[in-house]
């Protein structure tokens, strides 16, 4: 097989999703003291949070092996989405875009828990006393990756198609 005919050519993305959120996430510890908080917008701050869990801080009050899991789960993943990007065609542009942002941000995030300890995030969206959990450029790559698969399993309904 052809490796640059493979979905693999998207790992570019991975690559970018991945250095873009470390780097964030660099700065942000360079320059901020825990839960210090910048005022950019009147419905979002610049805070510096850990986080020892997953999405929503799931497990983070646990013992410590969480950690170990979340990174052993994040290679895992990103092991799997890797042989599927090789399975793929160039063309299943969607769907390798989307396997790519999510490999990007599963490392990224592993890659922190790994030398921290813990995840680092700082976008801090809120309205009034309300705040969304603080989150990080992985976890938006994360989640672009997931609307890019639902879309592409929409547009390429089996049922639709037979109509």
Same mark, same amino acid.
């Given at each position: 097989m052809n490796l640059s005919k493979t979905g693999l050519s998207f790992l570019w993305i991975s690559a =970018?999703? &991945?250095? =873009? +959120?470390?780097? *964030?996430?660099?700065? =942000? @510890?360079?320059? !901020?003291s825990l839960y210090e908080s910048i005022n950019i917008l009147p419905f979002f701050n610049l805070t510096y949070a850990r986080n020892t869990g997953a999405a929503f801080s799931f497990l983070a009050d646990h013992a410590g092996w969480q950690k170990y899991f979340f990174i052993v789960l994040a290679l895992l993943i990103s092991v799997f989405l890797i042989y599927s990007l090789y399975k793929?065609?160039? =063309?299943?542009?969607?769907?390798? *875009? #989307?396997?790519a942002m999510i490999i990007?941000? #599963?490392?990224?995030?592993?890659?922190?828990? #790994?030398? $921290?300890? !813990?995840? @680092? +995030? !700082? &976008? +801090? &969206? %809120?309205?009034? +006393?309300? $705040? %969304?959990?603080? !989150?990080n450029v992985?976890?938006?790559?994360i989640c672009i990756g997931a609307t890019l698969l639902a879309i592409d399993a929409f547009k390429n309904d089996p049922k639709k198609q037979n109509r």
């Open positions: =970018v999703a &991945f250095l =873009v +959120d470390l780097a *964030t996430k660099f700065v =942000v @510890v360079q320059n !901020f793929n065609n160039i =063309v299943q542009r969607l769907q390798n *875009t #989307a396997y990007g941000g #599963a490392l990224a995030n592993a890659a922190d828990r #790994a030398y $921290h300890g !813990f995840v @680092v +995030d !700082f &976008f +801090d &969206f %809120y309205w009034k +006393d309300w $705040h %969304y959990p603080i !989150f992985a976890d938006i790559a």
